[in-house]
């Protein structure tokens, strides 16, 4: 095939596809020159389309003088109306005060403004983060909790097999009866489960909270486990080594996009392995926007002195 | 859990007294995997009572007696007995709450009525609770808008004003369809209240006692009285008489009022045309509602339809005075219900420093609440912190302890109100730092003000809750 027969094969599919629209426009027999004209009307449009991209612009002009930008995760979304000139401003922030979803984000012909697309990234990053992230030695050092690990290797297995997640080495439990009371009332333990984030944000207001409560009922808080790689049914083993008559497990939850920080409180009356799943008793929701570290710790007390009382936890316990 | 709470509401005012029974529905809006969450869910009026005269005796005190045969007959005619009420508020309004034995009555009244059925009295009380009667604030917030409630009764005016569901301001007036009364019969006008007088004399129109009235004779005073309600709420600069028929304070009227609605005896007849003689309650009511009705008041101003009239006040004690606590609270004392306490509400920065200055800031308040060298109970309110640390919750207590020694003496418990949601916690440190010896109550959620008092009931749904009224008990 010479260069001319190839030539004129490209031209009519060009044409086919453009259809009768080239022909009266008559830009499809010299597609080069249409993109070179078309292109700057393009790019004098793109500023107008939104007032972020245009804001950012004059900033990547400048030279790099070790200045960072913005961090955009703490511009609070429940105050961010991006829908421009609305019909009822007021009432949108009302309606938005009451959720923490991203409403009023607008839009960019039919996509996402570069600000909402950039905010949905950087929050999934934080909830990726807090899954994939370890509570730090340091931050167990100084809680004083008693480290210990179930049986997974690292963060994939932990995700990958939930069934060593629950699960301790002979070792492991050597070391937890060593480091803990036989039968004591109230057996507190921490584990990183899903967001170590929310561990390393909650704990030192929870964990004082809970310890004044149960003082007030005469309860002592004992040493409390820290478990590397944890899923919520290992503390029926640790029920099952301590014999315990209340466990209580302060577990990172699975994080959202609304915050990587919130915490749980599993507490359970005598928990042993195999039992249903409907004798825990569940707080969730403990973070800053939520119910308060200390405020759940103080409700948290409250709740294990029931279940001592009356010898039950979950659907048992009727409150 | 569903829980309902009877109460009941009595209102004693200028010319009537009236009582309502309302259920208050409880839910836990909470799922079963947080922490509880309780709150006031439905409220319905179930029993409206007749519209007595208030009972006067002779020397111009209130007949307590009758009000109380009264009371009994209306809880008879419910089929319900005392020991059910569970709630509640007596309100004495009006010309009422000025009569010499109207303190007396109204806590023996509160005390007939039922266990924690509340004293209240005071004009801004009265206004909020009016307009909450009307429906004035749920129309605020449903039509995010804001709105003025004029409850016209027979001796004041009170005004509320409320946007998007929040109280804004009060004020009230010395206007009333009673302030001028007419002999059913022949039409002889048989009392002017002195305001009106003193207004009519420096307009220069002729009134006075014994003359013959008709609707064209009291023309002028009405409009004048209809003039100063427009002052009122802004609709014109306020003229030379408005200070003087201001009861306590108005409005501050630094925005425009969208939208009106009315409330009170007068209401009646500004909604709808009255059938019969004008003078047929012996009163100016009707007249004044026809002017109203007529003036830029309902013209210039969208006008709601209230949800109540005259009953507004008597609903409103009935159905909007009792409160819940948040739902984690602490306390450790069992004798409820506790009556009239007031409240030291602690100014923002005597928050805002170390758990010294706090302390110091109390000490030196609780001096205010010293009579005669001796302290009364006084229940300390604060603002507290939005998710605060427990470092932080240790200064606030720290602070509280300390300065709260010269009360700690009394046999009576301590009494905590904090607005976030802390109570649990703090409730639960005070404890601590009393040695588990000093009875705590501390509860959270509830806003209140220097000049309130606080009662608090027996705890409901499980012991989670407890009913609040928070109310003011002002008499002229």
């Known amino acids: 095939m010479n260069e001319k027969d190839l030539k004129s094969m490209i031209e009519s599919i060009l044409n086919e596809m453009v259809g009768n629209k080239a022909e009266q426009e008559t830009v499809a027999a010299k597609p080069a020159q249409t993109e070179a004209t078309e292109a700057p009307v393009v790019q004098a449009k793109a500023p107008n389309v939104g007032g972020l991209v245009q804001a950012s612009m004059p900033v990547e002009e400048q030279a790099d003088d070790g200045e960072c930008l913005d961090d955009i995760t703490e511009i609070d979304l429940r105050k961010l109306l991006l829908v421009p000139d609305p019909e009822d401003r007021e009432g949108y922030m009302k309606m938005k005060e009451k959720t923490p979803a991203r409403l009023g984000v607008w839009r960019a012909g039919p996509r996402y403004k570069t600000i909402t697309s950039l905010r949905f990234r950087a929050d999934h990053a934080a909830a990726q983060d807090a899954v994939f992230s370890y509570v730090s030695e340091e931050f167990v050092k100084e809680m004083n909790l008693v480290p210990i690990a179930t049986m997974c290797r690292d963060k994939d297995e932990y995700i990958t097999r939930p069934d060593l997640g629950r699960q301790f080495s002979k070792e492991t439990i050597e070391s937890i009866k060593q480091h803990t009371t036989k039968q004591a009332k109230v057996q507190i333990m921490v584990g990183d489960g899903l967001s170590s984030a929310a561990i390393e944000a909650n704990l030192r207001d929870i964990v004082p909270a809970i310890a004044q409560g149960l003082k007030m009922y005469g309860f002592e808080v004992g040493n409390i486990l820290f478990v590397k790689h944890c899923r919520v049914p290992s503390m029926d083993v640790i029920g099952d080594v301590t014999e315990a008559d209340v466990v209580c497990l302060l577990v990172g939850e699975r994080p959202g996009l609304v915050t990587a920080e919130s915490m749980s409180a599993y507490i359970a009356y005598k928990p042993t392995v195999g039992m249903p799943e409907a004798r825990r008793t569940v707080i969730s929701n403990i973070h800053s926007g939520g119910t308060p570290a200390v405020e759940a710790g103080a409700h948290i007390a409250e709740l294990i002195k029931t279940m001592i009382d009356r010898k039950a936890s979950g659907i048992d316990l009727k409150l | ?476």
């Open chain 2, 1 to 476: 859990m569903n829980e309902q709470l009877l109460s009941v509401g009595i209102d004693m005012g200028t010319s009537t007294t009236q009582l309502v029974l309302s259920k208050l529905h409880i839910q836990n809006l909470a799922s079963s995997f947080s922490v509880p969450r309780l709150v006031i869910t439905d409220k319905e009026v179930v029993y409206r009572s007749d519209i007595c005269f208030t009972p006067v005796l002779a020397d111009n005190r209130i007949d307590a007696g009758q009000i109380q045969t009264f009371v009994q007959e209306q809880y008879r005619k419910a089929g319900i007995r005392k020991e059910e009420i569970q709630t509640g508020a007596v309100i004495i309004t009006g010309e009422t709450a000025r009569k010499e034995n109207a303190n007396e009555v109204l806590l023996s009244l509160s005390g007939f009525a039922g266990d924690f059925v509340v004293a209240t009295a005071g004009p801004d009380l009265e206004s909020i609770i009016a307009a909450k009667g009307a429906g004035a604030h749920t129309y605020s917030k449903e039509h995010s808008t804001s709105i003025v409630n004029i409850d016209i009764g027979g001796g004041t005016s009170n005004l509320a004003l409320f946007a998007d569901g929040e109280l804004l301001d009060t004020g009230c007036l010395d206007i009333g369809g009673r302030l001028i009364k007419v002999d059913r019969g022949t039409h002889e006008i048989t009392y002017i209240a002195p305001k009106i007088k003193q207004l009519a004399e420096r307009r220069g129109f002729q009134l006075a006692l014994g003359q013959q009235a008709t609707p064209a004779d009291l023309e002028p005073i009405i409009g004048e009285m209809v003039k100063l309600l427009e002052e009122s709420v802004g609709l014109r600069p306020p003229g030379d008489f408005y200070d003087t028929i201001v009861t306590n304070k108005g409005l501050k009227l630094d925005r425009t009022i969208p939208c009106i609605s009315f409330s009170g005896g007068v209401a009646d007849y500004i909604y709808q045309e009255a059938a019969g003689d004008v003078f047929q309650y012996g009163d100016i009511g009707i007249l004044l509602g026809r002017a109203i009705a007529a003036s830029s008041l309902t013209q210039r101003m969208t006008v709601a339809l209230s949800a109540e009239t005259i009953r507004a006040t008597v609903v409103g004690a009935g159905s909007h005075t009792t409160e819940i606590s948040g739902s984690t609270i602490t306390y450790t004392e069992e004798s409820f219900p506790i009556k009239n306490i007031p409240i030291l509400k602690l100014a923002a920065a005597d928050e805002s420093g170390s758990d010294e200055v706090l302390a110091r800031a109390i000490a030196d308040k609780l001096n205010w609440f010293k009579l005669n060298n001796d302290l009364q109970r006084v229940a300390i309110a604060l603002e507290g912190k939005k998710s605060p640390s427990f470092q932080e919750v240790q200064k606030y207590a720290q602070g509280l302890y300390k300065g709260m020694s010269e009360l700690l003496e009394r046999e009576y418990p301590l009494i905590v109100i904090v607005h976030h949601d802390m109570a649990k916690v703090l409730g639960q440190t005070l404890y601590a730092l009393l040695g588990y010896k000093k009875d705590v109550v501390c509860i959270d959620s509830v806003q209140v003000d220097n000049g309130d008092y606080i009662d608090i009931g027996k705890p409901i749904a499980e012991g989670k809750v407890l009913p609040v009224v928070i109310k003011t008990l002002v008499f002229n």
